[in-house]
């Protein structure tokens, strides 16, 4: 495992600054950057806050102190979408930068723990500085505390240990130090990180004490990239060299390292072809020939087949997860064996694989310098050429227009966003059918121009990680693509956006309801139950006429310029004139879900969603049978 290495030259000992603890932590957090491959970046680059009376006094008296320009604030609407906004700009920032965000106790505190999920699930670091109660319980209990009658020790903030990488509760001042090193090796490290919670008592924040002047020396996290074992590599090695259907799926892990690079140059010396994940896409551009696509349930028909025949398969900075593996129904041949590389020995072993841990750039390198000369059959790459080709075809024909007149379909304005980016443009999504047909279709130019949160897939992250993007690649159109489901969920960071001037590009796609799941309801025999926006009908349910929400009213009297396309003509301007736009804009169209009209290529694999073993609705009972079908399918990679 890699672990950072800090390094600081120091003060002359003995001597000591009062301080707060919060004025401390401030000081300290200033002063620590990371480092590879020579450059340096600060690794926390700014805080992120909503103040209540839990951190008010304490981090917020802290920012404002003389010096404290050096830390430079944000301020939030929403304590969940403050986290996802530093998680975008921490992931657009190759994971070298980070955002700390602080709260106050109660139910600011509670608000973290989504987006706390999202990143350690996603391996992006954030630093979270939540308010806790007393550490010395003048009054017990105070306001918004929780009393647990079963131990004096607990408080809300524990709901975020199990999602953090670290915790610490600074229940003294001098007990900063180890924390907020522990905190830092951990942000920092790429096989460890994720968020990072230091909780902080109220009183314990505004609380003085003398700092040793060493403990503000700057320090440098040098992120080194570990090198593989060589019996490890000797065994990935040769199992290379007896495949003869290799096909290799990059993961998030490839870009977490800067690796695009070295695995083009892999996939060419060797012909290997290249699928990718959600966190992986745009590992190479979709037209570099070793591309073939997305994978999984998700996936390419040419990905998806190559997966089935493959005889081994090398994942690459990949969880595997089952929209990966379709469930584990994907992987057909029965010899089928795997090879990982990945810098996690946890993640390395799955699917009973040759474990090579290690550092995906590092292990790309020299996996190609000892596989010079050889190639995969010339067959397969012809095969695989042939059928990259007839896959392109189907996007082209999912990307067609007719009628320029007529309401766009989703796919339609995904082609329309299409024709319109160069590879500067940085598209961000998460939830809901966006995300299948994007995995499928989208065109990715650049290594991030794909940015699409599916480790998680959390509604409501796309508008805060556009604004963490955007301050992150402060000259490029970054584009957040919501459904209406997801806008509801969390909409309130567009103040933000406005009052930082961020011209962010939220096109908003209106289809009345949860149209993901609605399809996914249909196809499980719960026949779209709950997932429309509509007015109650006379039999109680919602199937009335759709409710007379207009989101680009609502965005507008949030800050937005909001621009309506009623058509495929209008949406191609609209599209244009926000993307030159140099204010927060908005495009608002409502998209046609007739089923007499084409959308995307349906999945070329399963995803296991039970279905009701018994029921007494035919749709019920025959999803079930398709159910059973398709999970006799699934296996063991042993």
């Known amino acids: 495992m890699t672990t950072p290495r800090a390094d600081t030259g120091g003060p002359p000992k003995g001597r000591t600054r009062r301080l707060t603890t919060a004025q401390a932590l401030v000081a300290f957090l200033a002063v620590q950057h990371t480092e590879r491959d020579g450059v340096r970046n600060r690794l926390i680059a700014g805080t992120w806050g909503i103040f209540g009376h839990g951190n ?106 199990p999602v953090s990488r670290f915790f610490d509760r600074v229940n003294r001042p001098e007990a900063l130090i180890p924390a907020a090193l522990a905190a830092m090796r951990v942000l920092a490290d790429p096989a460890q990180t994720g968020a ?32 593989p074992d060589q019996h490890e590599l000797a065994a990935a090695v040769r199992a290379l060299q007896e495949a003869r259907r290799p096909l290799l799926i990059a993961g998030g892990g490839v870009h977490h390292s800067g690796a695009e690079s070295a695995l083009a140059i892999f996939a060419e010396a060797t012909g290997v072809p290249v699928a990718s994940t959600q966190a992986g896409k745009g590992s190479l551009p979709y037209d570099h020939p070793c591309d073939v696509g997305a994978i999984g349930h998700t996936g390419t028909a040419t990905a998806d087949e190559l997966a089935r025949t493959a005889d081994l398969v090398i994942g690459v900075g990949t969880r595997y997860s089952d929209f990966t593996t379709a469930s584990s129904t994907l992987f057909e041949d029965p010899d089928v064996r795997f090879l990982n590389l990945n810098i996690t020995g946890f993640d390395a072993h799955k699917m009973a694989a040759l474990p090579l841990v290690a550092d995906a750039r590092a292990g790309l390198q020299v996996l190609t310098q000892a596989l010079k000369g050889h190639r995969v059959p010339d067959a397969h ?110 909409p309130t960071e567009i103040v933000t956006a406005v009052q930082e001037s961020l011209p962010i590009k939220v096109v908003i796609l209106q289809n009345h309801g949860y149209a993901s799941i609605g399809g996914l309801s249909e196809s499980v025999g719960a026949e779209r139950f709950g997932t429309a926006y509509r007015f109650r009908a006379p039999d109680g349910t919602y199937t009335g006429a759709p409710l007379p929400v207009d989101l680009a009213a609502n965005a507008a009297s949030l800050g937005l310029h909001v621009i309506r396309a009623k058509t495929v003509r209008d949406l191609r301007e609209a599209l244009a004139e926000a993307r030159s736009s140099d204010r927060p804009t908005c495009v608002y169209v409502e998209t046609e879900t007739a089923d007499t009209v084409s959308g995307p290529p349906p999945a070329q694999a399963w995803w296991d969603v039970p279905v009701a073993e018994t029921a007494t609705r035919p749709s019920t009972i025959k999803a079930r049978e398709e159910y059973d079908r398709q999970a006799a399918a699934r296996r063991r990679h042993l």
Not at 80 to 107: C, D, E, W
Not at 123 to 148: C, K, N, S
Not at 199 to 227: G, H, I, K, N, T
């Open 56 to 161: 008010v006094a304490g981090i917020g008296q802290a920012l404002l102190e003389p010096g404290s320009a050096d830390m430079p604030y944000y301020q939030g609407r929403n304590e969940q979408a403050m986290v996802h906004a530093a998680v975008g700009y921490a992931r657009q920032s190759g994971r070298l930068s980070a955002h700390a965000v602080t709260t106050s106790i109660g139910p600011g505190a509670t608000n973290l723990v989504t987006g706390a999920a999202l990143a350690t699930i996603n391996h992006i670091p954030v630093l979270l500085l939540p308010g806790d109660t007393f550490a010395t319980r003048p009054a017990d209990p105070v306001l918004q505390q929780l009393e647990v009658p079963y131990a004096g020790d607990i408080s809300v903030n524990d709901c975020l240990r």
């Open 196 to 227: 990072v919670t230091l909780a902080l008592p109220q009183d314990v924040q505004a609380e003085a004490y003398d700092w040793p002047e060493e403990f503000f020396a700057e320090r440098v996290w040098r992120v080194r990239a570990q090198q």
């Open 381 to 490: 790459v012809a095969a695989y050429t042939e059928a990259k080709a007839r896959w392109e075809e189907r996007v082209t024909a999912a990307y067609a227009v007719p009628d320029e007149d007529a309401r766009p379909t989703q796919v339609q304005v995904l082609g329309v966003l299409d024709s319109l980016v160069t590879h500067d443009d940085i598209v961000i999504n998460a939830a809901g059918s966006l995300p299948g047909d994007l995995h499928k279709l989208w065109r990715t130019r650049s290594r991030d121009q794909y940015h699409v949160e599916y480790g998680y897939s959390c509604m409501g992250y796309e508008i805060p990680a556009a604004i963490g993007v955007q301050l992150a690649a402060a000259h490029r159109p970054v584009w957040a693509l919501v459904g209406d489901g997801t806008y509801l969920m969390n």
